[in-house]
């Protein structure tokens, strides 16, 4: 009875099961109600890693190496074991990240590195293509043998068949639709598809229980047990060979590679990735995902060989590809409904495979490959669009659609050349070239994004050369000499003897050297590079996952503003979505809507969150940027607050920073008080200074204007005497008001300056003029010592003329009593005037020498006798050649006289310029 | 928490016993083709140590649940 | 016997004013230019009052009075003080250095000449 219209009715059925699981399962999780939140879903879809190379593949692996099937299980329940150490840490990383794939995660460790994200894109792309040929081949060919029945024949055995006869092509398409339909419904900022892991849950109970029943049946139906079939296997000829694992340590070296490498696949596989990190609802799941993993696995297998030997026994040898044992059996068996459950089963395995392997590799090439090239594409103005996830979704569902050709193309060209699983290490032998930079990412904090580029480009290359390129030759795209002689025929240069290296098989001695360089160079180049401070701030969040949770926000430091950034997420999420994300992200921190959001960077930390599960981490920084002001990170702000994760040292440093710099403050603040308390005090002394300067002369004016008034009969000759006193010192104390105005004047900068161009001797002469009468008075002689020609110099001549009547009447006040003598000279210098007096008195003490400049000093305040004046003379002249830009100083020894100097500088331009300014601005 | 750093320590140790039982030296000892109950030896050992891991596994993980 | 002042002030106008107040109020008046002055003049003559001005050259008034009070013969000397800076402080001090009263400058003469009877009616 053929089956041909019953294969494709139940296929059709069973795939709009699925798909109407992933829809109530979608349904479900919008309604907030999941299906999948529960550890034995988890666990069950984790059993995607059961492909249909598991199910058919298996048994035609045993039949040619026995118990060598199983290294590819052993390996994933060993890793089980350290599922609670790694993979919690890499789910705990992700969410915290929002990392959506594995290009997502190695990107976002190395500094969010688009290049690496780009090459961890290309690697995983490549490297899982033949894997999907693989499933495309599994599916096709079970296809037809089935379509076939009752007959069992082996399909395209001699036979060409063009690409529109070919079922596989079909498949391929079917899938893609499928596939599209199933996981890119929409877009998710977490992307994360509930819908799509109920439906691979389902298929991985499905596949289970297709092939268990085909164990049974075959174990207990056709034998009479384990004992029974084993017993009878015992005559088949060379048995003894696929019960031992052969004597030469090459075999334990094979059987320990292929451990090992499917204990990394485990965990870098992308669809492994998507199922167990990015699908992960609750990383508590994983606790029973640990031992129910591995049950899974075990329980598949654990019929691989019966079925094997049953094969063996009824097929005659060579007839039957064992590939194809677990469907030819029933077959042969007649047991029609049997062999349509195991088609199912198979069915099962490939689409659970084929959907997410292609969602993960669509999100990976989308968000870390399309996007970030077409982002740096200004011509197309994509950072412009205001919405962007038409465009997005576009993208991904061209990518799924790509990726099942290719697969399509390679199961054409190369696929009959390989079994199912010789296809299915290849693959494996590409994702573990992850394993450095992811493993490295996550526990060691030097590892630097050039580390993990060469590592990465250098293990890739040696995989292509050493495993995929021979493949190709194998399928007869390249000369097989290449293989044989290796390329130009040098030897050492043989892909599968690389250096000369013999003795491994294909798979080991890729392993080896792919393995060898690319950890070599993540580590050589990591140890001698220097990581960026993002790199760094990265690898903090990565190592200490687990002592820093969420503390990534902390590391933004800048500006933005909050419709930009809400704008900015629409366009990739949609408006609506990214609405719903920020109004909840308002709730959530308890304000009424997302319009009352600060622009903190907690905010652009959630947004660059959103962003990234839409277009990869990578992406989602350069399109913050654009809206966000941000401040370069210095590396001490990265270590200060996140060195070595101790937010408590990093907090007490801040502290101390802070009280240091209060300190600081504090310090200033004090010395600030201090010298206002000087100034005050200097004030109060000047004051003071001032008002008993001005009392002294007032408290004569005031007794002899009393004495006057109260004794009118006082004899003329004394009235006439004190009324002298009064005006002399009415005129004293005038004299001192004008001084003590005029050098606040000075000194504040208000005074009037009318700068000219004047010759000194004229006012020189002036002084002499003036001051004749005093001199004569006093008996003193002005000696003038003036050069025949000065030049003129820029200068007040008033203020001029007051600096040397000043000079003038100290050195008549000092000079010798009898025969009084002073000279004034004049000496013209390269750039100045100088001007000397000079006189013949006692001479100033050294020490009085400075003070005398100053206000209401005179010398002498400790001698019996006061000298007369204000005390203000010295310091007003001084301020009045400082202001023409000289110098007025003193020399002098006791009894050697004193000699008062002043500089006048020639050429003033500039000063007379200023004086100019300064005459218009408070000019009367 | 401790309960934790607890059983991800026991895991290691449940890996390290797996990593020793299914590799040289201890699988070359049961690689000698006999049988026991009349199921071949070698299949027998590694589905037998593969159940002991597994059942290690379910001690480990559920009873530092409770 | 008429009561002796002696007059210790470094502004010879002032000088000149309160001899004459003095001596027409028919005391015996001793003039000192400076502090040391001051002193040597009490040691060779002690008078009854001193009229102390503060800012005296080579000793303040301050220091004079401090050396008057040093010496147990000169207890019964008054001290008036005189001084243009009529800050609280400098009276306080001078009051707590053993000065009787303070007159600060310009001084009323009436008031000046009431203060030095009244110091010198209290013995």
Known sequence: MPLGGLILLTSC????????????????????????????????????????????GSVGRAAASGVGFLPIYLGPTLMAALFWLVLRKMIRISKANRITSIADFIAA??????LLGGLVTLIAVVGVIPYIALQLKAVSSSFLILWQYPTIQMPNQGEALGPLQDTALYVALLLAIFTILFGTRHLDATERHEGMVAAIAFESLVK?????????????????????????????????????????????????????????????????????????????????????????????????????????????????????????LPMALRQEWLALLVFIGGLSAATGMVIVETIALSTMICNDLAMPLLLRWKALGLAQRTDLSGLLLGIRRGAILLLMLLGYVYYRAAGEAYALVSIGLVSFAAVAQFAPAMLGGMY????????????????????????LLPAFAKSGWLPLSFIEQGPLAIAWLKPLALFGLAGLDEIGHSLFWSL???????????????????????????????????????????????????????RFLGPARAGEAFAGYAAQRGLASSAELVPDADLVHFAEQQLAGAIGAASARVMLASVVQEEPLGMDEVLGILDEASQVIAYSRRLEQQSHELETATGELRAANARLQELDRLKDDFISTVTHELRTPLTSIRAFSEILNDNPELDPAQRARFVAIIVKESERLT????????????????????????????????????????????????????????????????????????????????????????????????????????????????????????????????????????????PISRQIIEHFGGRLWVQSARGQGATFSFTLPLGQANAAATDAGRETEYGV | ???????????????????????????????????VFGIPLLFAYLFGAWALLIVAMILVVERSNR | MSKTVLIADDEPNIVISLEFLLEQAGYRVLVAHDGQEALEAIARQPPDLVLLDVMLPRLSGFDVCQKIRENPDWQHMRIVMLTAKGREVEISKGLALGANAYITKPFSTQELLAQIGAQLAVE
């Not at chain 1, 979608?26 to 550890?39: E, L, V």
């Open chain 1, 735 to 874: 004299r001192m008001i004008n001084q003590v105005l005029d050098l606040a004047k000075l000194e504040s900068g208000r005074a009037e300056w009318h700068t000219t161009a004047l010759d000194l001797k004229e006012v020189i002469e002036d002084a002499q003029a003036t001051t004749s009468q005093l001199l004569q008075e006093q008996g003193v002689e002005l000696r003038l010592e003036l050069p025949a020609q000065i030049p003129p110099v820029l200068a007040d001549r008033d203020r001029l003329l007051q600096v040397l009547l000043n000079l003038i009447s100290n050195a008549v006040k000092f000079c010798d009593r009898e025969a009084g003598r002073i000279g004034i000279a004049v000496q013209v210098l390269p750039e100045a005037l100088r001007v000397d007096v000079r006189d013949n008195g006692a001479g100033i003490d050294p020490a009085d020498q400075q003070t005398i400049f100053e206000k209401f000093r005179q010398a002498g305040d400790n001698l019996t006798e006061k000298p007369q004046g204000t005390g203000l003379g010295l």
């Open chain 1, 13 to 56: 059925a069973y795939l709009g099961i699925l798909f109407a699981i992933a829809y109530w399962g979608d349904k479900r999780a919008d309604a907030g109600r999941s299906i999948i939140a529960n550890p034995y879903i988890y666990a069950l879809s984790l059993a995607v890693y059961a492909t249909s190379w598991t199910f058919y």
């Open chain 1, 208 to 328: 289970l229980l297709a092939f268990l029943a085909v164990g049974l049946y075959v174990t207990f139906g056709l034998y009479h047990g384990f004992a029974d079939l084993f017993e009878q296997a015992a005559r088949l000829p060379d048995v003894d060979q696929l019960l031992t694992l052969g004597g030469p340590a090459g075999t334990y070296g094979s059987w320990g590679s292929l451990i090992f490498l499917s204990m990394l696949s485990i965990l870098f596989l992308p669809r492994q990735f998507q199922i167990s990190v990015v699908e992960n609802v609750n990383e508590n799941h994983l606790a029973k995902a640990i031992w129910l993993f591995p049950l899974y696995l075990l329980a598949i297998n654990i019929f691989v060989l019966p079925i094997t030997f049953a094969g063996l026994m009824h097929f005659p040898a060579g007839t039957v590809d064992a590939d194809t044992f677990v469907l030819t």
């Open chain 1, 109 to 114: 460790r190395y500094g969010k590195s688009a």
């Open chain 2, 1 to 35: 928490m401790a309960n934790r750093t607890l059983r991800a320590q026991r895991l290691v140790a449940v890996f390290m016993l797996g990593c020793l039982l299914f590799s040289y030296p201890l699988l070359a000892l049961f690689d000698s083709g006999g049988e």
């Open chain 1, 444 to 467: 060691w904090k030097q590892g630097t994004r050039a580390g993990a580029l060469s590592g990465l480009s250098l293990g890739f290359l040696l995989w292509l050369y050493t495993l």
């Open chain 1, 516 to 570: 060898l360089a690319n950890l070599g160079a993540y580590v050589g180049v990591s140890l001698f590079g220097r990581q960026s401070s993002r790199e760094h701030a990265q690898a903090l969040l990565f190592v200490d996952a687990f002592k820093v949770a969420g503390r990534g926000s902390s590391l933004w430091r800048g500006s933005a503003s909050v419709t930009e950034v809400i704008a900015l997420v629409g």
